[in-house]
């Protein structure tokens, strides 16, 4: 296999854009992403592209719109780790020696998706779902076990939010540019016991793109290209194997994965993108991605580590909870956010110094399985 | 008009003299319960599986109380995980939680019940009560 590097990254401004087409935002991304690669259009030689609700062909039909056409096109979904699953698709293609330059676009109108201002529905004939089962619930059904076991309390949790809705405010690129504090997180609406609804991702619309080649000719295009070091896809394993829903073992296994084939641990992580769809998840997941021990994350947001400024500072972008999820775009982004990072290029929210960084998705949910899918990430630069 | 009784789906449950039951099967090589039950052993891949009935008590494993509609139901119900003795995680609705807070641990009791109606079906299903403290004697 050979080592990949990303050589440009692009991203649309997140929000509620219900009056923006998707090839209009798809396109608008590659083109931040051809740009900043400096690469023609006509040196492209394969793309993929993740939605979910975008519709077919989706990536013809944004590329038709950057003088782009004749190439191999992929078009993906894989739930929330789409993007990632798509970005993926594109380093295997290039690792593997298939093809040399290729290009990844995430994109997502949720705000004129079938579920705009919904739930993400399970699929009809999912037992759980049936039950009455849905996206939050999943995870209040989780958070409670935390609480339960190791004592974690809703004000940690809240501050998970806080802290990203303060990061989006930084952030050029995110929905939401508003500071909130405990109270007001703690006290706005019930949405499944204990998680009220500031302590989840909206719906956003937005569009992401990164374009990837061979490090042996990455310097060609920019002095500063970012080596992908490790990448991982997964799906859950059965409900019946899950240790604790306290945890994600889906999480726990592909983030292990990940540090094995970067040849580093959490210890090296400068700075990390974690899939908050909700507050408690991100808690979750520095536990999971080891930035420190099970039941400890309450005690890691208390001390501030994950901030801007802390030891291992935790979605910098602001999150899926202030940055927005543009469900398919989402994988894509996180991983320009560390690019911006690993260039020192992330203006405000700059991580100081950081060389090495993680993008972690998680997607979908199918009845008996612990998750749908996982995807990890590791960036050096 | 009276509307007919129907299951959410065949083979999930069943009530007889024995009270209500869910219907799991068990593998006879590796000795994992499956529910709802399956053909083969998700596990070892073998077809050596043998018909498990789950009732009694069970312990609640996790709960929450969903403050928004879904498909077929109106808001506040409450759902969750409850865990039989067999080593199975069952998942389900939660009867009478307005009568009695719930907690991680308590004893718990499956009831054959209606989830939801429809315009000529009353769809039945399993749900999860509280034991009550006289129950549990």
Redesign the interface.
């Known amino acids: 296999m050979r080592d990949v590097a990303i050589i440009g990254v692009g991203s649309t401004v997140f929000g509620k854009l219900p009056e923006r087409l998707v090839r209009d935002m798809g396109s608008e991304a590659v083109w931040a992403a051809i740009n900043d690669a400096n690469v023609s259009p006509k040196e492209i030689e394969f793309a993929y592209c993740s939605t979910t609700f975008g519709g077919a062909v989706c990536g013809e039909r944004i590329l038709t719109e950057v003088g782009i056409s004749g190439i191999e096109v992929v078009n993906v979904e894989n739930a929330c780790a789409g993007g990632a699953t798509a970005f993926r698709g594109v380093w295997n293609a290039i690792a593997s020696g298939l093809y040399d330059i290729g290009l990844v676009v995430g994109v997502e109108s949720m705000t004129t998706s079938p579920i705009a201002r919904k739930l993400i529905p399970p699929e009809a004939g999912d037992l759980a779902g049936d039950m009455g089962n849905n996206m939050p619930a999943h995870f209040a059904l989780s958070m409670r076990r935390h609480m339960e076991i190791y004592g974690t309390t809703l004000e940690q949790f809240a501050k998970v939010s806080v802290k990203n809705h303060h990061n989006g405010c930084l952030n050029p690129y995110s929905q939401y540019k508003k500071e909130l504090s405990i109270e007001e997180i703690l006290n706005s609406r019930m949405i499944c016991d204990p998680i009220t609804l500031l302590q989840c991702c909206p719906n956003t619309d937005g569009a992401a793109a990164a374009i990837l080649c061979p490090i042996s000719i990455a310097r060609k295009y920019t002095p500063k290209p970012i080596i992908v070091a490790a990448s991982i896809l997964k799906m859950g394993d059965y409900a019946s194997r899950w240790e604790d829903m306290a945890s994600s073992d889906l999480s726990s296994r592909c983030a292990r994965e990940a540090y094995e084939m970067a040849g580093c641990g959490p210890e090296d992580i400068d700075v990390c993108e974690c899939h908050d769809a909700f507050a408690y998840s991100e808690l979750s997941h520095y536990e999971e991605l080891g930035f420190c021990g099970y039941g400890e994350g309450g005690q890691l947001i208390d001390v501030g580590a994950t901030e801007i400024t802390g030891r291992i500072p935790v979605n910098p972008s602001g999150g899926l909870l202030s940055r927005g999820h543009p469900v398919s775009a989402t994988g894509v982004e996180q991983v320009a956010e560390i690019v911006w990072h690993l260039r020192d290029e992330a203006g405000k929210r700059q991580v100081a110094g950081a060389r090495v960084g993680l993008a972690h998705t998680m997607g979908g949910e199918v009845a008996g399985l612990e998750a749908g899918a996982c995807a990890i990430h590791i960036l050096k630069r | 008009m009276k509307r007919q009784k129907t299951p959410?789906?065949e083979g999930l449950f069943t009530q007889d003299v024995g009270g209500a039951a869910l219907l799991a099967s068990r593998c006879n090589i590796c000795g994992?319960v499956?529910f709802?039950r399956r053909e083969r052993c998700?596990?070892c891949p073998n077809q050596d599986m043998e018909s498990v009935l789950l009732r009694g008590t069970c312990r609640l494993?996790?709960?929450?109380?969903?403050?928004?509609p879904?498909?077929?139901?109106d808001p506040p119900?409450a759902?969750?995980?409850v865990e039989f003795p067999e080593g199975?995680?069952v998942?389900?609705?939660i009867k009478g939680w307005e009568k009695q807070p719930l907690k991680?641990g308590m004893n718990m009791e499956l009831v054959i019940d209606t989830?939801w109606e429809e315009e000529d079906k009353e769809i039945i299903?399993y749900k999860f009560g509280p034991l009550s403290e006289d129950d549990k004697r």
């Open positions: 959410l789906r994992q499956f709802p998700l596990d494993y996790t709960f929450t109380i969903v403050n928004m879904t498909e077929h139901y119900y759902i969750g995980w199975v995680r998942f389900g609705q991680i989830l299903g």
